[in-house]
């Protein structure tokens, strides 16, 4: 059984951080792109950053573009996501997302809050 669990959310001033972790079972996330999308109340879920299998490139949303840095810790079979200068535009359900580096398998996880209020 395949498992994506999310932590690391909660409630941060404008202009703090937080780290979301998302810890996999079931999967080798070395043989996955790992990526973060997040879904505010009443939008649409959108991508926020992405990291690639082999090579470990990655690619952020125009909004999140240096404050945010996606990492991955293969030997913990973790993916972290560092958010840094948050915004309260940041408050949302972020989701961790894994597809196989060859396609046709694909999990998300449950998704944890973020909100960024004073």
């Known amino acids: 059984q395949v498992q994506l669990l999310e932590s690391g959310g909660g409630l941060v001033q404008p202009g703090g951080s937080l780290r979301l972790s998302c810890a996999a079972s079931g999967i080798t996330i070395r043989t996955y792109h790992m990526s973060w999308y997040r879904q505010a109340l009443g939008e649409e879920r959108e991508l926020v950053a992405r990291?690639?299998?082999?090579?470990?490139?990655?690619n952020y949303a125009d909004s999140v573009k240096g404050r945010f840095t996606i990492s991955r810790d293969n030997a913990k079979n973790t993916v972290y996501l560092q958010m840094n200068s948050l915004k309260p535009e940041d408050t949302a359900v972020y989701y961790c997302?894994?597809?196989?580096?060859?396609?046709?398998?694909?999990?998300w996880g449950q998704g944890t809050q973020v909100t960024v209020s004073s």
């Open positions: 997302y894994a597809a196989f580096q060859y396609g046709g398998l694909f999990y």
């Open positions: 990291i690639t299998s082999i090579g470990g490139s990655t």
